[in-house]
Antibody
Framework: EVQLVESGGGLEQPGGSLRLSCAAS????????MSWVRQAPGKGLDWVSS????????YYADSVKGRFTISRDNSKNTLYLQMNSLRAEDTAVYYC??????????WGQGTLVTVSS | QPVLTQSSSASASLGSSVKLTCTLS???????IAWHQQQPGKAPRYLMN???????IKGSGVPDRFSGSRSGADRYLTISNLQSEDEADYYC?????????FGGGTKLTVL
């Protein structure tokens, strides 16, 4: 069974940092691009970042470029999102998703990030 | 970069059918999209991908009641024989130049 499990969310002050993880199982992790998508309270889905299967190519939404870094460790079947210089508007549930040619075909359960003083 | 436009809300009666629309912006009318369902308090769930030709492939376990179609730049998700568990938010997704884009979502109420 394909499974994605996020962790690492929590309460952080503005300007602080958090590192999210997404543990993958049930498929050949290195064969798939992966992405992070977030959802602010009461709002819609918002793409954050994507990474190729090898990890060599990364892509970011303008809203997080220069502050967030996506990476992966294919030996550990784990996806990461390093979030620095956090802002109140980064408050959201963060989902990891597996990418195929047709879109995001598998989602994790999400981890909540709250940025507040 | 493509823009996806969805109606904010829709409603239909239990046992009836409903057709949700996702409209692609100019210049992207042949793009593939994906449909996702998000039930209250849950993570999104992939439903299907819908090609510019109108053909679609559903995800594992998606009921036969769900189908896709297209007309020009419009992409449709039709749900037949509506059930109470179909009450959810529905999002379309596409991508271009390694940027992924989501529509604003349609909140479906089952009456």
């Amino acid at each position: 069974e394909v499974q994605l499990v996020e962790s690492g969310g929590g309460l952080e002050q503005p300007g602080g940092s958090l590192r999210l993880s997404c543990a993958a199982s049930g498929f050949t992790f290195s064969s798939y691009a992966m992405s992070w998508v977030r959802q602010a309270p009461g709002k819609g889905l918002d793409w954050v970042s994507s990474v190729s299967g090898s990890g060599s190519n990364t892509y970011y939404a303008d809203s997080v470029k220069g502050r967030f870094t996506i990476s992966r460790d294919n030996s550990k079947n784990t996806l990461y999102l390093q979030m620095n210089s956090l802002r109140a508007e980064d408050t959201a549930v963060y989902y990891c998703a597996r990418l195929v040619a047709a879109g995001s075909d598998c989602w994790g359960q999400g981890t909540l990030v709250t940025v507040s003083s | 970069q493509p823009v996806l436009t969805q109606s904010s809300s829709a409603s239909a009666s239990l046992g009836s059918s409903v057709k949700l629309t996702c409209t692609l912006s100019s210049g992207h009318s042949s793009s593939i999209i994906a449909w996702h369902q998000q039930q209250p308090g849950k993570a999104p769930r992939y439903l299907m991908n819908l090609e510019g030709s109108g053909s679609y492939i559903k995800g594992s376990g998606v009921p036969d009641r769900f189908s896709g179609s297209r007309s020009g730049a419009d992409r449709y998700l039709t749900i037949s024989n509506l059930q109470s568990e179909d009450e959810a938010d529905y999002y379309c997704e596409t991508w271009d130049s390694n940027t992924r884009v989501f529509g604003g979502g349609t909140k479906l109420t089952v009456l």
